[in-house]
């Protein structure tokens, strides 16, 4: 199976970027498609944005559509996602997770792998 692992969460005040990568080991990268979720305190984890095993095509929640970028490096076994313009209800644990279903999907009951996630916390 595969293992995997988010970084770059922080601090950050309303209006700036922060870059999430999520590096992953064990099997082989392209062989699973990806997505990025979150979960902000007493919420229930939502989806945020999807990846194909490729890297095209992409998906992305409505509520951040044009501010979040997903993208994926095969050759380096990582996926991003660059986060612009960012607001306080972005605020949360925000979780990289992977499955090979072939599913178009954005339910979470889907991916069968899930990383420990990354704080992203956006201060007004």
């Known amino acids: 199976q595969v293992q995997l692992v988010e970084s770059g969460g922080g601090l950050v005040q309303a209006g700036g970027s922060l870059r999430l990568a999520c590096a992953a080991s064990?099997?082989?990268?392209?062989?699973?498609?990806m997505g990025w979720f979150r979960q902000a305190p007493g919420k229930e984890r939502e989806f945020v944005a999807r990846?194909?095993?490729?890297?095209?095509?992409?998906d992305y929640a409505d509520f951040v559509k044009g501010r979040f970028t997903i993208s994926r490096d095969n050759a380096k076994n990582t996926m991003y996602l660059q986060m612009n313009n960012l607001n306080p209800e972005d605020t949360a644990v925000y979780y990289c997770a992977a499955h090979q279903t072939g599913l178009n999907t954005r339910s979470s009951t889907n991916y069968a792998y899930w990383g420990q996630g990354t704080q992203v916390t956006v201060s007004s």
């Open positions: 064990g099997r082989t990268f392209s062989d699973y498609a």
């Open positions: 990846v194909s095993r490729s890297g095209n095509p992409t």
